[in-house]
């Protein structure tokens, strides 16, 4: 099994950045999928959750109206679209899979993070 993210850069507040996971060796359409973030000061946070069947969205109250996510089943690649960035959006975010929730253990598969830094 292998989860990739990749799109993380530096922006500016009030940016926007497309985060990708391609997901590979897995049942994709099988698996729910959400983003964490996390930084040195703060333990890994949710952001965002999507079902298996690309429906049933929901955010954080800290990203909600700015971020969206989706996913591609033909793709195997979900996504995290971030706009209006804001220099506490920085951290390292994470493409988990596994179980519909908002809590990091019932997330089996993992990647290994993408560097977003918000900042002028």
């Known amino acids: 099994a292998h989860v990739a993210e990749s799109g993380g850069d530096l922006v500016q507040p009030g940016g926007s950045l497309r985060l990708s996971c391609v997901v590979s060796?897995?049942?994709?359409?099988?698996?729910?999928m959400a983003w964490f973030r996390q930084t040195p000061e703060k333990d890994r946070e949710f952001v965002a959750v999507?079902?298996?069947?690309?429906?049933?969205?929901y955010y954080s109250d800290s990203v909600k109206g700015r971020f969206a996510i989706s996913r591609d089943g033909t793709k195997n690649t979900g996504y995290l679209q971030m706009d209006s960035l804001k220099p506490e959006d920085t951290g390292t975010y994470y493409c988990?899979?596994?179980?519909?929730?908002?809590?990091?253990?019932?997330?089996?598969?993992w990647g290994q993070g993408t560097q977003v830094t918000v900042s002028s």
């Open positions: 999507i079902s298996r069947l690309g429906n049933s969205p």
């Open positions: 060796g897995l049942r994709f359409g099988s698996l729910d």
């Open positions: 988990a899979l596994g179980k519909y929730s908002t809590d990091a253990v019932t997330f089996s598969y």
